[in-house]
């Protein structure tokens, strides 16, 4: 209602079906846009142009250019009125748009256009506070052909919207004034490090986008953070800091150095064309477009996924599979949340991830350390979001020991039945709390697992005294009809509904943790991918059609692909904000490439002359070649 900037972006709204907390979701990539301070003819005012157009109108414009899904709301028309005042009053880009509106009134065949700084360090102290004449200035004309750097420029009457930069340092004030009241600076490419003894060993002094946003997921005592205390504004806020660190990322393989510059080919491919005559490098290989170093990429999944198979090879099938998922009720949150009355846990995904990631380390070192399964041999895991956006992380276990696990030592590990109350108290209110799958089928037709009528997770399972392990592999756990239940919605559930777990990890931990012995049968590759499958993405139809002549090499834009596809909610975004790991291996993978004899790829730029290439004796040693030598002279 009150935004100066559009944000184009595709908002996934069907997961808020009114099961749970609102979670602000979006796919595809993110931007922001803004057009001409003045609406074209027939059209009615909207984001900047409420500023200038129709201000006589204003409250109204500003209360109809608002979407509601519950069609019943009216916003509150005094609320409306007091924001105006108090961005009138205290905010510099809308003193200036409203200076705009005033001109033009007086003089409307004038021509103006409103420009805001894109560099704070000349145009007054980055750190006082913002006044109109630093921030932005009012130019009557043509700018000329003066050179505007980083500066937005918005003109009266422009045909087309403009992309706003995600490093100018009004970006966020623009698209968020109710978090931004002052006209706040965001980040800039000129904020630099506190002098402290830390900062002293940085070589740069100039903090990164990372850093900068990383810094504002913190409450301090001294700093009322706005952007973590405005709940779904909160949200939105998180999931654009992290777009807007990401493009400055992926802007790096967008750009002419690393995108068309960069080519790789076979060591003898590029012997093949020099000897046929070619030695214009421009012409050989393939292009370098989204490498494996960049997290979430396809190929730094493919790489995840060899490296569990490389275990896999040295140690054999995994033993366990574990699911550890976040719980929004832990005493660690609830206790931190309390401290700003009225928010809940889907508010703050950065204490989420916190408190999670703390646990995550807890759990781990109870596996590795304590050896709570035994000794461990190897680990991979690997974190995932659910739909509604918390964490949880795919464990995958080898365990130190001769053969594969036994009944009585899957027993040992594992149970899938409710404890005995009169026994076991604490143990039965925590499966009950975490572990009960349902209810569903007949009882509740409309449960998130039913496909088709039937559950898709195949609840409930049957009775059956003993463990055991059937012939394809597949476990099948101790679930007795010995009377014990409890009761969901009015409905009795026994063991058939219980999924698999260890009672102690859930009465320490207090939240879900699915523990299954894997199936020795051919199941390891299907985990590997499935821990390995990256995060969650649409699905996308290209409609052009490529004829037979394009070369593919030169149609493909896997990074315009990446940001198409991919769905971004707000603890994912806190979690690459807060640089916490995604992936995990350890005892760590050496990645050794192995080729033929002069079958090696080498990289070079399409400036180069492939003979000076072919010369270079660096492109004859390879790290494989270099492990032979090496086995050579250090026997």
Known sequence: MFAFTSMGVNVIDSINDGRGPYVFKISGQLCHRIGSFM???????????????????????????????????????????????????????????RTARDRLAESGDDQYIIRLFGDPDKHGDVFSAPVASEVVGLVVGDLGIGDVGRDLIVQDQVGHLQKVKENHCKFMSMQYPILFPYGEDGYHENITYRRCPRSEGIKRNKATMLEYFAYRLHDRADDFNTPMRCKRGTQSYVIDAYCCMEESRLNHYRSKAFQLKYRTASFNEVRAMVYTGVTDASEAGHRVILPSSFIGGPRYLYQNYLDSVALCRKYGCPDL???????????????????????????????INRVFHIKLHLLMDDIIQNEFFGPVTAVVYTIE???????????????????????????????????????????????????????????????????????????????????????????????????????????????????????????????????????????????????????????????????????????????????????????????????????????????????????????????????????????????????????????
């Open 39 to 97: 609406p074209a003819e027939g059209r009615r005012p909207e984001y900047a142009q409420l500023y200038i157009f129709d201000t006589e109108n204003e409250i109204r414009n500003r209360m109809n250019v608002g979407t509601y899904v519950n069609k019943s709301f009216r916003p509150n028309q005094e609320i409306v009125a007091a924001l105006i005042e108090m961005f009138n009053t205290h905010n510099p880009i809308v003193k200036l748009f």
């Open 321 to 351: 599979f574990i699911t550890f998922t976040s719980n929004p009720l832990w005493s660690e949150l609830t206790n931190a949340l309390a401290i700003i009355p009225g928010q809940c846990s889907a508010d703050r995904p950065d204490i």
């Open 385 to 635: 979001f659910q739909k509604r956006g918390l964490p949880h992380v795919h464990i995958i276990l080898w365990l130190d020991k001769d053969g594969p696990l036994t009944p009585a030592d899957i027993d040992r590990l594992i149970s899938a039945q409710l404890p005995d109350p009169s026994i076991d108290k604490v143990g039965y209110e925590a499966v009950t709390a975490f572990m009960i799958h349902g209810p569903c089928g007949d009882a509740n037709p409309f449960c998130s697992c039913m496909v088709n009528g039937e559950c898709s997770k195949h609840y409930p399972k049957e009775y059956c005294d003993t463990t055991t392990i059937l012939q394809n592999g597949h476990v099948r756990y101790a679930r007795p009809q010995n009377g014990i239940t409890v009761t969901k919605n009015k409905i009795p559930l026994d063991n058939r509904h219980v999924v698999p777990h260890n009672v102690d990890l859930l009465v320490k931990y207090e939240a879900h943790i699915n523990v299954e012995r894997v199936n020795r049968d051919g199941m390891e590759k299907y985990l590997f991918k499935y821990v390995a499958k990256g995060f969650d993405f649409t699905r996308v139809g290209l409609q052009r059609s490529q004829s037979p002549t394009e070369t593919s090499v030169h149609q493909i834009n896997e990074i315009r692909a990446y940001l198409e596809c991919r769905c971004v909610a707000p603890n994912e975004a806190a979690w690459r904000l807060l640089q916490f790991n995604f992936h995990y291996t350890n005892p760590a993978v050496e990645r050794l490439h192995v080729h033929m004899p002069l079958e090696n790829n080498v990289t070079f730029t399409e400036d180069d002359n492939l003979e000076q290439v072919l010369d270079n004796l660096c492109n004859c040693v390879t790290k494989l070649t270099a492990w032979f030598i090496a086995n050579r002279e250090y026997p």
